[in-house]
T-cell receptor
Framework: AQTVTQSQPEMSVQEAETVTLSCTYD???????LFWYKQPPSRQMILVIR??????QNATENRFSVNFQKAAKSFSLKISDSQLGDTAMYFC??????????FGTGTSLTVIP | KAGVTQTPRYLIKTRGQQVTLSCSPI?????VSWYQQTPGQGLQFLFE???????NKGNFPGRFSGRQFSNSRSEMNVSTLELGDSALYLC???????????FGPGTRLTVT
């Protein structure tokens, strides 16, 4: 069965600092993708970053990067130079058969000025 | 390219009524998925349509149904509304299986 676990319900970080959000997952598949989404107070879900499991190199998108450890089934998100606009709920997601995405319970991140 | 659009954005219904929500995917996207988001249950998958066919269905009662049209637009219907159906309903479109999903702004449904 597919499962996604985010063990940090809430986190805070000072503006300009770096923060890491954790995600672990379980899947029986060998080739898969992983995603991080953010949901700001507007409730619009926004894609942050994507990782393909067959790629050993960690994905990066500007200030966002991941630490993907396939053997440990860990997929953490690092946000560098945190900005006030990064305040949001962050969801880790794992797609499964028929494009069904499994989402974690989310981490609420607050960036403190 | 225009993003995913959902209508209406807000809806208030009474218990026992039925409701239809609409979703227009990004142009060229053939897969449309629907999710229910509530504070208690988080994001839960309802169903996914691809080329007018339901490809997968989540663990929801038969009161929840959907369809997809030839232009990839999708609708979901909830019949005999219950208080517990109050939620944010999110629609997402993608090119195909396992591609990133792009979400609409959601429809906030309140059942009284």
């Amino acid at each position: 069965a597919q499962t996604v676990t985010q063990s940090q319900p809430e986190m805070s970080v000072q503006e300009a600092e770096t923060v890491t959000l954790s995600c672990t997952y379980d899947t029986s598949e060998n080739n898969y993708y992983l995603f991080w989404y953010k949901q700001p107070p507007s409730r619009q879900m926004i894609l942050v970053i994507r990782q393909e499991a067959y790629k050993q190199q960690n994905a990066t998108e500007n200030r966002f990067s991941v630490n993907f450890q396939k053997a440990a089934k860990s997929f953490s998100l690092k946000i560098s130079d945190s900005q006030l606009g990064d305040t949001a709920m962050y969801f880790c997601a794992l797609p499964h058969t028929g494009n069904q995405f499994y989402f974690g319970t989310g981490t609420s991140l607050t960036v403190i000025p | 390219k225009a993003g995913v659009t959902q209508t209406p954005r807000y809806l208030i219904k009474t218990r026992g009524q039925q409701v239809t929500l609409s979703c227009s995917p990004i142009s060229g996207h053939r897969s449309v998925s629907w999710y229910q988001q509530t504070p208690g249950q988080g994001l839960q998958f309802l169903f996914e349509y691809f080329s007018e066919t339901q490809r997968n269905k989540g663990n929801f009662p038969g009161r929840f149904s959907g369809r997809q049209f030839s232009n990839s637009r999708s609708e979901m219907n909830v019949s005999t509304l219950e208080l517990g159906d109050s939620a944010l309903y999110l629609c997402a479109s993608s090119l195909n299986f396992r591609y990133e999903q792009y979400f609409g702004p959601g429809t906030r449904l309140t059942v009284t």
